[in-house]
């Protein structure tokens, strides 16, 4: 009886055993798969990509992949989305040739000098006229092509088809290349802003500056010589071939600088930022004022714009005149000023000039500048394109790869197309004053105007006459286009000579043979300025037809009418 007794006490202890054993393993097996679970939980949908991730099976072996993602062409339409590619950065294809002449820049209208006599880079022609006011969007205009620069990547090609989506493509393409992307690593970054030298003029008699802050008085070496209080008249002048201040003789060099930075001086009652350097120079005194460069720019571009341009258009210039004025100063390291305040560089009329719409443009581009080669371009400007710019080599004989001529978009105002009336002989006493005379003019030897971008021997890419022949009683004469342009006191090289047929009652065939009576001569021609670099006008037009919200379109605008420059943020 024990020994079965003991046999069943046996055989139920292992019934139990193997009963609990199988629970623990069950219970196991579910905590096990609660593990799993958890594991495999969802995730989120990414944030970066728009791809949906499908649901992974928690009681499978998950499938996932990570997922690549392959580079997609860029759409040519703006998108919504911030793009974080690395844009194309322009590659320069060979070194810059320095112009022939010295540069300067075109003011939409002002009096200027006529090229032959200008010794700056951008001439204006002889006569006085009105400053422009901003033109509307003239119907029907072309549609903007973008000119790539030269890349290591190759551009996505922009199809033109409507007006208003051709610029978008455009922009699109160059808006991709934000400024703080196209730094360019190789270029030297200037630490602090520069100080640019104005001459302001030279003069014998003796000036008057004050400053609402005390002046601090400097001799040649910059050792402080004596302060000057706050509002005080100060008299300047030159007495034995020295600088003389409140009449005393110091040194052949003296400057006076306001110990406060923000305190402008007034030099003849004209305000200006900066210190104010004089220098002795053979009885008289030369005036300088030495000013930031970025200082020096708001009293710059409102004298080369209009205020009420869109920001774009000024954002632009703002950017040209910097370039133009760090170009100009490597250039005259040696000299004892950097530029003029006159048409021969760039006009300048310090605070007095200055205009807040123009200050926030100098102010968005700060230290931006335009590069080729891995140095400051020469940014010539002018006031009009009159359909097309020109290339520098038909221009100046140097062939300068950034200043190339493209499209341009300026139409509709007094400075796109004009029309001079005069006579045979009138034509004939202006060759005459020039040494020029042929005797009685019997014709002209010029190939007629034609349409932009097809070059003859006689006239450039962009119609710009180049030379043209002039035949009478006594000879002939060649006269280049520059020349020319002088000697009749005309806006710009891009025109031509309709003889007594009027142009705006005709076909617009051009009649160069003389009667020999009282012939008529009617000039008909386009543009303003010497046609090289931006057009100005042309760069308000576009900057009107920009894509709203697009905060860089001055990128577009500088790209289109410099060829193959890089942007740089230099400080």
């Known amino acids: 009886m024990k020994t079965k007794r003991l046999q069943l006490m046996i055989m139920a202890t292992l019934f139990l055993g193997v009963n609990i054993g199988g629970a623990s393993v069950a219970q196991g097996a579910t905590l096990q798969n609660k593990n799993v679970v958890v594991a495999k939980k969802p995730t989120p949908k990414s944030t970066v990509s728009s791809t949906n991730v499908s649901k992974v099976n928690t009681t499978k072996k998950s499938s996932f992949r990570p997922l690549v993602t392959k580079p997609v062409a860029k759409p040519v339409a703006k998108t919504t989305s911030k793009s974080t590619a690395t844009p194309t950065v322009a590659k320069p294809s060979a070194k810059p040739v320095n112009a022939a002449k010295p540069s300067t820049a075109a003011k939409p209208a002002t009096t200027v000098k006529t090229v032959s006599t200008a010794k700056s880079t951008a001439t204006k022609p002889a006569g006085t006229a009105p400053k422009p006011v901003a ?13 790539p620069a030269a890349s290591k990547q190759t551009t996505p090609k922009v199809v033109k088809t409507t007006e208003a989506d051709s610029i978008k493509a455009n922009t699109a393409v160059i808006t991709r290349n934000k400024v703080g992307s196209v730094m360019t690593p190789a270029t030297e970054r200037i630490e602090h802003v520069p100080n640019v030298r104005v001459l302001l003029g030279s003069r014998s008699s003796d000036a008057t500056v004050t400053s609402t802050a005390n002046m601090v008085v400097l001799n040649s070496g910059n050792g402080q010589v004596s302060t000057i209080s706050a509002n005080r008249g100060t008299s300047i002048g030159v007495r034995g071939g020295k600088i003389a201040v409140n009449g005393k003789a110091i040194d052949t060099v003296v400057t006076l600088k306001p110990t406060n930075s923000d305190a402008p001086f007034l030099f003849e009652g004209k ?84 205009d807040q719409a123009t200050t926030n443009a100098v102010n968005k581009t700060k230290g931006v500048v335009m590069l080729y080669n891995q140095r400051p371009i020469n940014a010539l400007f002018h006031s009009d394109g009159g359909g097309y710019t020109e290339d520098s080599v038909n221009v100046w004989g140097n062939d ?30 202006k060759l005459n004053a020039a040494s020029k005379g042929v005797g ?16 003859t021997s006689d006239r ?20 280049d286009g520059d020349s020319l342009r002088s000697i009749l006191g005309l806006k710009s090289t891009l025109f031509d000579f309709y003889v007594n047929h009027n142009p705006a009652k005709g076909t617009g065939k051009a009649y160069h043979n003389f009667t020999g009576n009282n012939d008529t001569v009617y000039i008909k021609g386009h543009g ?11 760069a308000a037009e576009m900057a009107k037809r920009a894509t709203p919200g697009d905060a860089n379109y001055y990128q577009t605008i500088l790209r289109h009418y410099y060829s193959g420059i890089t942007l740089k943020k230099m400080y």
Do not use: C
């Open 135 to 147: 033109k509307p969007v003239a119907a029907g205009a072309k549609p903007i092509a973008q000119k």
């Open 528 to 538: 303003w300025g010497h046609g090289l670099g931006m057009s100005q006008w042309g």
């Open 400 to 429: 300068i790869p950034y200043l190339k001529g493209v499209k341009d978009y300026s139409t509709g105002t007094s400075t796109s197309n004009w029309t001079v009336t005069t006579s045979r002989q009138a034509l004939e006493s």
């Open 460 to 479: 450039g890419v962009s119609g710009r006459i180049k030379s043209a022949t002039f035949i009478g009683t006594s000879g002939k004469t060649t006269v």
């Open 271 to 354: 305000g200006y930022r900066g210190g104010l350097t004089l220098r002795a120079n053979n009885g008289t005194m030369m005036v300088i004022n030495s000013v930031p460069l970025e200082d020096y720019l708001y009293g710059v571009v409102p004298q080369e714009v209009v205020p009420s341009w869109p920001a774009a258009a000024l954002e632009a210039q703002a950017v040209a005149a910097r370039t133009y004025a760090l170009h100009t100063m490597e250039q005259n390291k040696g000299k004892l000023y950097d530029v003029s305040n006159s048409t021969d560089h760039q006009v300048y009329s310090g605070v007095s000039g200055e």
């Open 440 to 455: 009685k003019l019997k014709s002209i030897q010029l190939t007629p105007l034609g349409n932009p971008g097809q070059q």
